[in-house]
């Protein structure tokens, strides 16, 4: 194995000056430099990064740990990340929490012995400030990304709650939809919380009722779809509603799949739209009407946000990014005579 003595033997230099090199130290002349960088060429010299580390007391490493890998969304998020991540020279990390705060922590546990230099985190829920306090005692920057957690201070990019949900809302009273219900995630997650308060003030703005019994609280990542469905499909005719939004993805699928089980037509006899667009499962897409979210962007954006706080060029408040969404129409919301 190629040793910093090795370089230096051959260069004529100390092994001091091929550290400094390899650390872009500016008190090495630029002839020297360019002969060490040669030579390290040369002999196909990798630099031992834990080495590194211990004297620059950064290891270039950086971590996303989302909620859901399987979710397209989630994916998207993780190669914005990477990309921006790798372009401005560090290795990304990637953790999945499976929208548990349990094995959250055990991620942010191994992160903190990795001695990473900072983290961009989608969290699992309001019960994460446990883990997020462990990052902050230790000064381990971190961004958040599509959530948050209440009484944590940190930068935050995200897509429009409000905004995208009254797209949807606004789309479904055009149609001439008057019953409308919400399949949401829990509660205890940011974004369902702000995305049931957008749905409930869309629907006074479109005159629309609010009727409690339509907002349905189940889970993100998976649920019992089928008994969530026809709960709401048993209801009276004058109770029962004709479009559902779905808060993510998943629970749009999921819904359709259900729906299909009660023999149920999308759109003849309800009409579904959904947050987040499912591209990657083709037995229903480009079928379901969604508002798409620049997932790609928040991962690229939130990365940079990161990078900049760990390198200290972010200014001293913390900033708030909130990215439009994208409503795309589809057949699972047109109406039918």
Do not use: W
Request: with cysteine; aromatic share 6%; charged share 25%.
């Amino acid at each position: 194995m190629v040793t910093i003595y090795d370089i230096a033997k051959k260069a004529n230099v100390s092994p001091m000056t091929v550290s400094r090199v390899i650390n872009n130290s500016p008190s090495i002349s630029e002839t020297t430099r360019k002969k060490v960088e040669q030579i390290i060429q040369e002999l196909d010299y990798i630099p031992n990064k834990q080495a590194r580390s211990l004297t620059s007391k950064k290891t270039k490493l950086v971590s996303l740990v989302i909620s859901d890998i399987s979710n397209p969304f989630f994916t998207t998020i993780a190669r914005g990340a990477e990309d921006k991540a790798l372009q401005s020279g560090y290795q990304l990390l990637l953790g999945n929490s499976d929208e548990q705060t349990e094995k959250e922590s055990r991620y942010i546990d191994m992160l903190l012995s990795t001695h990473v230099d900072g983290v961009l985190i989608a969290p699992a829920g309001d019960l994460s400030h446990t883990n997020l306090r462990k990052l902050a005692k230790r000064k381990v920057p971190f961004v958040f990304v599509d959530r948050y957690v209440e009484g944590i201070e940190a930068d935050l990019v995200m897509g429009d709650n409000a905004e995208t949900t009254r797209k949807l809302v606004a789309h479904l009273a055009e149609q001439g939809h008057k019953q409308i219900a919400l399949i949401n995630g829990p509660s205890s997650v940011s974004n369902a919380r702000e995305r049931q308060q957008a749905f409930e003030d869309a629907l006074v703005l479109n005159g629309i009722e609010v009727r409690p019994h339509l907002v349905i609280e189940s889970h993100f990542r998976q649920d019992n779809f089928p008994d969530i469905v026809q709960r709401l499909m048993s209801l009276t005719p004058e109770e029962r509603p004709t479009a559902i939004v779905a808060a993510n993805n998943f629970i749009g699928i999921n819904t359709l799949r259900a729906l299909r089980e009660l023999n149920l037509r999308v759109p003849d006899d309800i009409a579904v739209a959904c947050f987040d667009d499912p591209e990657p499962i083709p037995d229903y897409n480009p079928f379901l009407t969604v508002a798409a979210q620049p997932a790609y962007d928040m991962g690229y954006i939130g990365m940079q946000m990161l990078i900049e706080r760990m390198e200290g060029t972010a200014p001293a408040a913390n900033r708030k990014v909130m990215l439009p969404s994208r409503l795309i129409v589809r057949k699972s919301t047109q109406r039918t005579e």
